[in-house]
């Protein structure tokens, strides 16, 4: 079987969160384009000194760079069934996508903008999963530490207020116009909450006509 799609949204929208459970509940794989970034940046690979000073500033990492790296990425997948996260995040990236691969459906998540500012002040990551938590939301089982490998979590760079207003600026300008995008490919699903656990419910009936749910 296969299934290709693309999760969109404003930073701290909850793409990572609803992911997760996409995963759990339907085993896709699960390709999210900033995670992957950032433990370039840590292994110091090229890639990751050339993101790293795009992502610092709250700035895209440019196209060419993007398209290369996710192309290689979606060759690597032993799967036919994935979720994208984080990419595309501009409609060149989305031309691009398209150009050599169709989508069956993209999820778009519309949070209202004061609630996200609010979210990134508590955000931790485990950098090696990307599995995310929130000290008001999900918060880690022992504070600072992850719960399934127990090891370190780090709060992001970029989570810092003033770089997340240009993330948001970036999002406004450069990728809000990737929506009508595939609203014009007739394959946008939107869906509209104040929280990850109103979402979720819709997100997982409209899947459910597209994938079998996993039996764990
Ligand atoms: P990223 O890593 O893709 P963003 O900005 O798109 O970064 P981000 O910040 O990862 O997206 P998210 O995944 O949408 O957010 O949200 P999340 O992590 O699940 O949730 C945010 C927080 O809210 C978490 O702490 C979570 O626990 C909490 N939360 C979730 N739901 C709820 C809820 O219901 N209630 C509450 N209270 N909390 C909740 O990209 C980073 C950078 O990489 C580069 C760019 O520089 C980008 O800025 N990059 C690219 N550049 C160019 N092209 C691309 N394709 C690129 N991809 C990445
Ligand atoms: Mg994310």
Redesign the pocket.
């Known amino acids: 079987m296969a299934f290709r799609s693309v999760i969109l ?11 997760s459970r996409i995963v759990k509940a339907f085993g896709l794989e699960h390709i ?4 992957r ?2 433990i370039n940046i840590k292994e110091n690979t090229p890639l990751g000194n050339t ?1 790293k000073s ?2 610092e500033k ?6 060419d760079v ?1 398209v290369n790296f ?1 192309s290689k990425e979606l060759q690597q997948l032993k799967k036919n069934t994935w979720l994208l ?6 409609v060149s ?1 989305a031309e691009a996508l398209w150009s050599v691969q169709k989508l069956d459906v993209v999820l778009n ?1 519309v949070v209202p903008f004061n ?1 996200i500012v ?3 002040k ?4 485990h950098l090696p999963s990307g599995r ?3 000290t ?3 918060a880690p089982k022992v504070p600072g530490k992850d719960d399934i490998t127990g090891e370190d979590l780090i709060q ?1 760079k ?2 810092n207020p003033e770089i997340v207003l240009k ?1 948001l600026e ?2 406004e300008n450069l990728t809000r116009p990737v929506i009508n995008f595939y609203k014009n490919k007739g394959i946008l699903k939107e869906f509209e909450g ?5 979402i979720w419910p819709k997100v997982k009936s409209v899947l459910l006509n597209y994938l079998p749910e996993q039996k764990s």
């Open positions: 949204g404003a930073p701290a929208s909850g793409k990572g969160t609803i992911s999210a384009s900033g995670d970034l950032r993101a795009y992502i709250g700035l895209l990492v440019p196209d993007m996710i996260d984080g990419f595309p995040r501009t990236q998540l609630i609010d979210r990134v508590g955000r931790w990551v995310v938590y929130n008001d939301f999900n992001r970029d989570d993330r970036q999002y104040k929280s990850s656990d109103e």
